[in-house]
């Protein structure tokens, strides 16, 4: 099974500020790999897919990254509404396995 | 409008069975690949299981030979049978829609609690 990574595991930010966070998997993914934003008591949702595409209706300030083991999802300036849980994913083989999840929290 | 919207949990004694639905609108559950996710109190994201439009089926380790998922293509509807069930699938459980092979989850339920306890 292919094991997923993310870093950090939790960080304090500023609204305006830029986050990153990064996703590794333990062996190639391709592009295959997507993000998620998680609040509490809400559904998952699908922020960008295929590592870079965004998921429509996402606001712009979402953006991902990279290819085969090493991905990143940045916010560049955060809102409100963004202090979240944020999970990488793979669907490159099953088990579709999830990271461990970035709280992002207010500093 | 399209939704899923999950049925079915509750309180359920370690070794019993649960069923859980996932009842589709707006879209076919036969014509895409679906999916179930759960999430434990204090824990991550953990994907289940999925069938992909031809039928075939996979599962995590942690439930297979223990749950099963099916669909029934006339009430487009997807289900998760959940037998011999532990403590340890205390959880939200999740339907999730995923458009193709290689795509992410695009549309997710309201999720449904299943709570394992005697």
């Known amino acids: 099974d292919i094991q997923m990574t993310q870093s950090p595991s939790s960080l304090s930010a500023s609204v305006g500020d830029r986050v990153t966070i990064t996703c590794r998997a333990s062996q190639s993914v391709s592009n295959y790999l997507n993000w998620y934003q998680r609040i509490p008591g809400k559904a998952p949702k699908l922020l960008i897919y295929?590592?870079?595409s965004l998921q429509s209706g996402v606001p712009s300030r979402f953006s991902g990254s990279g290819s085969g083991t090493d991905f990143t999802l940045t916010i560049s300036s955060l809102q409100p509404e963004d202090f979240a849980g944020y999970y990488c994913q793979e669907t490159y083989t099953v088990p579709f396995t999830f990271g461990p999840g970035t709280t992002v929290d207010v500093k | 409008e399209v939704q899923l919207v999950e049925s079915g949990g509750g309180l359920v004694q370690p070794g019993g069975s649960l069923r859980l639905s996932c009842a589709a609108s707006?879209?076919?559950?036969?014509?895409?690949?679906m999916n179930w996710v759960r999430q434990a109190p204090g824990k991550g994201l953990e994907w289940v299981s999925v069938?992909?439009?031809?039928?075939?089926?996979f599962y995590a380790d942690s439930v297979k030979g223990r749950f099963t998922i099916s669909r029934d293509n006339s009430k487009n509807t997807l289900y998760l049978q959940m037998n011999s069930v532990r403590a340890e699938d205390t959880a939200v459980y999740y339907c999730?829609?995923?458009?193709?092979?290689?795509?992410?989850?695009?549309?997710w339920g309201q999720g449904t609690m299943v709570t394992v306890s005697s």
């Open positions: 707006g879209f076919t559950v036969s014509s895409n690949y």
């Open positions: 999730a829609r995923q458009y193709g092979g290689g795509d992410g989850f695009d549309i």
């Open positions: 069938i992909y439009t031809g039928g075939s089926t």
């Open positions: 295929a590592a870079s």
